[in-house]
Every structure is written in structure tokens, then in C-alpha cells.
């Protein structure tokens, strides 16, 4: 039995299926597929462009990771069936959290270096968003 840690899970879903993304991640660093539980069916998807783990996702946009000095401070966007950078961090971010706010958007949290363990930041507007009140290393 072979045990993949994904880098990431996402859910997309339509007025038909759910669908969940599951991109990059230990043992399959540039794997991208979507499995529909309702079908039991997966398919796989362009494969990333870099090696990637410790990233987070939403929607078809991927955020940091490890593995390679660009992969902390970029994003990409899976669009026409490619993957290309679509943003770029103020700070390094892997195995850091986020969310999907309403008023301000998609949030990266801590993880990663001693710098970006205190901060947040909005992706796409260039700044901090929070410092955080304790390491999240």
C-alpha cells in the first residue's frame, strides 16, 4: 500500500456534482486530479508545472508549498488548461493556513519562515493583512 499525503484539497462543486481537487503533496509533488464522490469516478488534470507540498488551494488557484525557492512565494492558476503564475507573496508560505473571507478575500496564514510565521497576507493585494499574535511555527 502506497500512503500519498496531498498537498492540498479543494472542493468545486456545481449544481450537478461535488468535486474535490487534489493537488501536489508528498509522494505525487505534481499530481493534480479531481475525484467525484457521488460518481466513485476521478480524473486527473494538467500536472503542475513545479514541485509542490505544504501549499493551500482555492478554487483552481494553488498557493506557496515547498520544494523549491520559487514555489514558497508564488501562485498559480489553473486556467485553459494550464497552470502559470498568477500571483506573487510578500512572504515565503508553506505549510501555512488560509481562508476565503468575504470582505477581504483569500488569506494565507503563518506557516513557513520566521518571517511569514507572524503574518497573514491577502493574496492579490500586495500587503499583510494581520500580524498574528503567536508563531505559528
Known sequence: NTTIQPGSVN?????????????GGSGAYTSVEMFIPSTNHSC??????DRRCGHTMSGLTICGGRY??????TCLQLSSGVWSVSHTLQEE?????????????????????YDSSMSSEVVGQGGVSFDMRYDTL
Open 44 to 49: 486527473t488534470l494538467p500536472s503542475l508545472p
Open 93 to 113: 508560505r508553506y505549510s501555512h493556513s488560509s481562508w476565503q473571507s468575504d470582505q477581504q478575500g483569500w488569506i494565507l496564514m503563518g506557516g513557513g519562515s
Open 11 to 23: 472542493i468545486i462543486y456545481n449544481i450537478y456534482n461535488i468535486g474535490l481537487v487534489i493537488s
Open 68 to 73: 523549491k525557492s520559487t514555489t514558497s512565494t
